[in-house]
């Protein structure tokens, strides 16, 4: 067996967590017995930008879909280009353009992260956070009237549409209807967002229909941060919009103890990889956590969102036992590495996991352990 | 000096919360010597909404208008009455037709309430959420094509005016400048949100050149929820828009241990209370929890936010002294509860604050300690 895989390390912290990540890729191929073929990119970074005046050469669809996956690092600079500029000239565009509809976030608690609340100890936290990728809140449609007046008016539309809201809320049930606890939590704010968040609403309602055996429960986006804090343990599957998920995707894994650690696939369930025809569109795995221009260029940060990352494309890509075996390693570190640190040995944990390792000896340990 | 208030109790646990904070402000008059005239309505409420079809009569801004100051306690039942339909016609057309254009949010960590988050000792939070309360992101403005068909789409308009957000951003940076950190934390997501949030973030440059004694920073609002369990203590005042706003003033509380004790003042602070015209916008003052069907009718409601808004509104009356005393109680009691329940004693403190309490035994308590 052998992938392609197009990797895009960006800027930032994005250019660090790449060559430990992908040495621990390797170390998988070489024992579960597959090949993984790497082309990296410099584009869709702040530094192309800076050269070229665009965040990506015109033929950039070319190179992403002749590949099994992406495997992309973080973008952004803002002290050089606006983010929004560098955000929708690269990642938010090979979300929409290659419709990855699906963006996946696994929360967990891990022996070993130190998690900011109290009393976590046999409260396991492990849910799923299910984030519509396409639409809604980042419409890219709107603009300015009366510029530079007192009139100035600034309008954005969000936009839900039912094959988007649809298509997402079902993925959502059919991963609750194959876990243990069944559940499914629609994160809302139907009170206050009068036009958009009641017809989500409507269709949770509709396609939940289609799940009896699913708990579900919705609840307003302000009230759902909270039990996030409160009681993060008896959350499974959580689905919400772009910007809800967002949110709750980068508050789960700071409740837990860093956003360091948290891996995103960006999906597209329907294209296939068996089977492509000019149509084929690439799904896309990175790290939660974005380019950190204020812990850049120090060798401190934490590569285990990007190894988690490019676990789930290994999963992704059918390599169960490598994916396996590299979530195994990442827990057998990071439990290992605690107790170290509370001895005085060597300190493997990162900063963000209140520790004094580095990116290249955290991930090398994570290397050692794959490779078994 | 006299003042008549507006009390509107609403639904669920407003009607239960209403009548302890009611007494405790009678006995901050009776001690301060001044008046206070309550003027209850039953309306606001889905009871009224059940049996009238609308959730006002049509002369409620007569009403309002006649007074000093609105006292409302909390809206919705979900069973009964849609929210979108019980909240659009109360407290969110109150906010609109009275342009109450700051929602001014104090978040504290008191002595005595547990905070779920591990080591706060010796880390005072306290910090207040400044949101913008007439505009942005709950537009009312869009609707729906091609209904009930697979091209369905919905579209709703977030809409920032300059007017609408220079005065709020302005607010915030004015209260900054007073507070000793002089620190303001503005709340964006201009790498997602491509159209309003990076005219936002322009707006709050462009004040900030006003107040260079301020120092201003900016997050993204996932990584904003992400700092505020991380490292609530650093935050000082935080400048968001509606939604944003709603966030982080639940998300706030939730981290200093309960939103039971959270209070939220809408303000017009254009409307001249001394001198009003036929243009008197009365303010409102109201607990941030909602009606909280699920415990309503169990006497286990956390009447403190109730309580804390009435705090807020003798501050707002002027009568400072009485503020202040009222806020010592809230303390007071909250200090010698938590010791009293630990050493097995008389608890005062409710379910939301890991007790066995009740509204009315908290309410007494905080009531007998204003009296002096
Ligand atoms: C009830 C709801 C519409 C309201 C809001 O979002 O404004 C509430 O959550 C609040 O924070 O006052
Ligand atoms: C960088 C930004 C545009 C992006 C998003 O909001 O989608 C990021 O926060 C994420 O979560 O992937």
Redesign the interface.
């Known amino acids: 067996r052998s992938y392609t895989i197009a990797v895009l390390p960006g800027d930032g912290i994005g250019l660090e967590v790449m060559p430990p990540a992908l040495r621990c890729l390797e170390a998988a191929a070489a024992r579960f017995g597959f090949q993984l073929e790497f082309r990296s990119y410099p584009w869709a970074s702040c530094t192309y930008y800076l050269e070229h005046g665009k965040m990506l050469p015109d033929d950039w669809k070319v190179h992403l879909q002749a590949c099994d996956a992406i495997y992309f690092g973080a973008v ?1 600079d803002p002290a050089t280009v ?3 500029v560098s ?2 000239g690269s990642i ?1 565009t090979f979300r929409r353009e290659f419709d990855q509809y699906i963006n996946l976030r696994p929360c967990r608690l891990i022996p070993g992260v130190t ?5 976590r100890e046999g409260k396991p936290i492990d849910f799923v956070t299910v984030r519509e990728n396409t639409e809604g ?2 419409s ?5 009237i009366f510029e530079g ?15 988007g809201v649809d298509r997402v809320v079902r993925y959502a049930f059919e991963l609750a209807r194959r876990r243990p606890a069944k559940k499914l939590t629609s994160a809302t ?11 989500w609403d409507e269709r949770v309602a509709e396609i939940g229909k289609e799940y009896p055996e699913v708990t579900v429960e919705k609840y307003h ?3 759902l ?3 996030f ?2 009681r993060p343990h008896t959350f499974d599957v959580v689905v919400g919009s ?2 809800f998920g ?2 709750l ?3 789960g ?3 837990t103890g860093t ?1 360091g650690i948290a891996p995103s696939a960006n999906l597209n369930p329907s294209a296939n990889r068996a089977d492509r025809g000019k149509e084929w569109f690439p799904s896309l795995f990175e790290p939660v956590h ?1 380019s950190a221009p204020d812990i850049a260029g120090k060798g401190i940060a934490n590569p285990i969102g990007m190894i988690w990352a490019g676990q789930m494309m290994l999963d992704y890509l059918g390599e169960k036992d490598a994916a396996e075996a590299v979530m195994r390693a990442i827990e057998s570190v990071l439990a290992t590495a605690k107790d170290a640190q509370m001895q005085g040995g060597a300190d493997l944990l990162t900063p963000d996991m209140r520790g004094k390792g580095t990116t290249e000896g955290l991930g090398s340990a994570i290397e050692k352990e794959i490779r078994g």
Chains 1, 2 share one sequence.
């Not at 890219?140 to 300015?144: H, Q, R």
């Not at 007046?149 to 094959?163: A, G, K, L, Y």
């Not at 139907?190 to 036009?195: A, K």
């Open positions: 952004g606006p983010d929004h955000l929708w938010l998690s900011p609340l109290a009393n809140e980042y890219s449609i709107g603009g300015k007046t007192d009139r100035e008016t600034v309008i954005q539309n969000t936009v839900f549409t039912r094959t704010k139907s009170n206050g967002i009068s036009i958009t968040m009641p017809y986006i302000d009230i941060c909270a039990h804090v409160q772009k910007l967002d949110i995707s980068d508050l894994p700071a409740c956003i974005g």
